[in-house]
């Protein structure tokens, strides 16, 4: 298993219409910089965007949490960790690490399930994850 | 034809989320507060929702504008007037006053178009809009 | 105690704004939600807006987190029940559920802080918190 | 006077959250990308975020303008040229062109004035503005 391709760096800078009056990045934003992290952590890794349609299939989010520790300024450069956490059950979980000047700003976890064409819970990975993981060592 | 039916009054508060470090509504939003008054319009005036795909046509926006006036600030209720412009060509045509404490904080204007069911610009009015039209006195 | 005062309904209609490729609800904007009911619990339970600063304090979101069972599109009129938690530490969590057509979509907490002037963590209730807790029936 | 460096391209990718039920991005974030384009320009020519507080000035929106030409889609990676547009009056006027695949998808316009340290509009340039104009060789 190649655990460093588990993990994705990537450098985002807030923007002025992310900022709240309380001169913050909103809280609600974050959820924005870990769909940008996602997205990231897909391309890098070689599987496709997961928040669209794929294969038939689309990922939803059915859960996620945000752990604020140190507020995001305009004009703030900030790097994401995305990692993916490996599961048994036919999710995809990942968990964030956001970090400005060395120093842990928020983490989070977002959790996805596969729908099917109708819109059915897919209970098993789709085929094309198990070849995914497969690939890149994950079993 | 009744001219007073054209112009919808719609009541909206300023959220938290929708100001920006300050301090007021960032100016992006009012294109989110010119979609409410469309909508409104539309449902006060027995029109099906216009920015969604009505009867195999969408209706994207091709232009708007926004001017502002004054700032609105998080909490400040408003009003915002909906005024319907009837066109020769096939085009929807919003425009938009935004008042609060009786004055005018902001004006704008929005142009849709009809698209087809496979995306091709429509130049005529589609039936349901010549119904619609009919039914309230425009010509 | 008067128990049925800590809890707020508020019924929201879903923007198309807030619908992603998906045609369903942007799992971000639920956070967006909660806060229109979290605001709305506060006017009504007269207390001040939380979402700003309030004598001196301000109580930003340190924690966030949404479970969602089914999707809400676009036009979808929902309920958001916002529900306080009376806690003896220092903070002010919410929870959330959401339900449309009753049944429940989406379920959430979030918990805030005050922060005084200086933007240091109050480690205890600011006084106009505990007048408001007393005035309440809240311990 | 070096006309070059009064255009700046930012090159953009765009998120799933910026895309609506019609799979496109929704209209109202056009100004998103028009404030990316403005920021970019403001630090690529040395001026200060023209969208906070600099120097005691706020830059207030007072217009924008979007034409839409084409669609943009979720992954699409586009680039918008900024261009600023020298006046008389004290004021920052922006266009913007945004391009994908070498086709206009979008143009547009923002206006912005001044406001001092108390809110009043001012009526001459800011002695920073004429300091970067000069440094521009913009009179």
Known sequence: MEQDKLVTNTEIK?????????QIVWHGNYLKYFEDGREDFCIKNGISYLDA????????IVKSVCEHKLPLKYGDIFKIETIYIPTAAAKLVFRYKVFCDEKLVCTGETVQVFLD????LSLNYPQFILDWKMKMGLE
Request: aromatic share 10%.
């Open 53 to 60: 349609k794929v294969q038939g299939y689309s990922t939803p």
């Open 14 to 22: 807030v923007r002025f219409n992310e900022c709240d009056p309380l």
């Open 117 to 120: 064409k109708i819109g059915n």
